[in-house]
């Protein structure tokens, strides 16, 4: 069976790294707040380009603490593309506001820059775009309409590590970006992470003190905050890792090129991309008309896929009040999506043999 991702082969590869900095950790009995996350958090600041970055749980939280650090809470309304991992759309929920979902390109599952005008109101605060399968969001049209309406851009880039738009990375092209580093996402730690970058000096402090009970010195509270923090072992793993990102994102973009080039066949079709570097493949996406046919082929020849993801967030449970609203691009990729294998440790055999096999899929 060709794994979807293999990611205990994955890590295995910085084992020994990885067990001498958790050694160290469990050496000196210090596991929040410490040397670790103050060597992670700066270099993946300087990585990202921004001058902040704060280590807190996981992906939700960076972008929860976001929206509550810029102050949005009932009645405010964020711009978000309806085509997402549905925690872009909790985030802006549970801080009480309203998500205005704007429909996707077809093309390249990003949020449509060109619908997003009519839907901006004198409640709107924000638009929150997400690099979605780790390709940019195209940001000029963005940048345009947050000048002219006086809106803060807020990025989700937790598949977007990486990847860089007119010379700049994601989490350095807005006023703030959130990042996840969940153990599946191209820098991916073992359990939860998450993190903030920003290059806004009042915002940064704001948010690592919420974050932290909303205490800016022990025992001192400004905010009602939250318990949100990267733990020791996971900022270790991370620092680790973050080295060969630029390495391991490059692999992906040599499978992605192989299968853009090699995969022929009528009734798939491949993902679009307009600029190699904007794109670190955090999962190749494909489309076909009868996508659990196609599932089941692939499971057949024993090569494992997901989708992401099956069910649009307005048609979930969680939103009854939208299941009746109608967004048909949206529902298209989600009825026709499939993501086939993609990861730094595949084997040029695998990745040949998944081309052959999708190329005799009739
Ligand atoms: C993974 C992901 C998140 C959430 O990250 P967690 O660390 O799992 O909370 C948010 N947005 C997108 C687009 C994601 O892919």
């Not at 060709?2 to 050694?23: G, S, V």
């Not at 638009?127 to 399968?133: D, F, K, P, S």
Request: glycine residues 6%.
């Amino acid at each position: 069976m060709i794994k979807f991702l293999d990611l205990e082969k994955i890590n295995n590869r910085f084992r020994d790294e990885i067990d001498l900095r958790i050694k160290t950790i469990l050496d000196k009995g210090w596991y929040l707040q410490g040397e670790e996350n103050e060597s992670f958090t700066k270099n993946f600041a300087q990585y990202c380009g921004t001058k902040h970055c704060i280590g807190v749980a996981n992906g939700l939280d960076a972008l929860n603490l976001i929206i509550k650090a810029f102050g949005f809470g009932d009645g405010d309304e964020i711009i978000v593309p309806a085509n997402t991992y549905i925690a872009t759309i909790l985030a802006i929920s549970q801080n009480g506001c309203t998500p205005i979902l704007v429909e996707p390109d077809i093309n390249t599952y990003n949020i449509n820059p060109d619908l997003i005008e009519e839907k901006i109101t004198e409640k709107t605060k924000a638009i929150m775009v997400v690099h979605l399968y780790g390709q940019a969001v195209q940001m000029e049209k963005i940048w345009e309409l947050a000048k002219k309406y006086d809106l803060k851009v807020i990025e989700d880039s937790a598949q977007a590590h990486g990847t860089v738009y007119n010379g700049k990375r994601a989490g350095n092209l807005s006023d703030a970006s959130a990042f996840s580093f969940y153990p599946g996402k191209n820098l991916g730690c073992l359990g939860d992470g998450g993190a903030v970058t920003t290059n806004d000096d009042n915002l940064a402090a704001k948010i690592k003190a919420i974050a932290n009970y909303g205490s800016d010195r022990k025992y001192h509270h400004i905010y009602k905050g939250v318990n949100s923090r990267l733990d020791e072992i996971q900022a270790a793993v991370l620092d680790v890792k973050l080295k060969y990102l630029d390495q391991d994102n490059e692999k992906r973009r040599k499978i992605a090129k192989y299968y853009r080039e090699n995969i022929k066949n009528e009734n798939i079709i491949l993902p679009a991309t307009y600029n190699e570097t904007s794109h670190v493949w955090h999962v190749f996406v494909v489309r076909t008309n009868e996508r659990d046919r196609f599932q089941r082929y692939l499971q057949n020849n024993d090569i494992q896929t997901i989708i992401h993801y099956p069910t649009p967030p307005h048609k979930q449970g969680a939103y009854s009040e939208w299941n009746d609203l109608s967004l048909p691009i949206t529902e298209e990729i989600h009825k026709t999506i499939i993501s086939i294998p993609i990861s730094p440790v595949m084997t040029e055999k695998e990745i040949q043999r998944i081309m052959e096999v999708i190329n005799e899929y009739v």
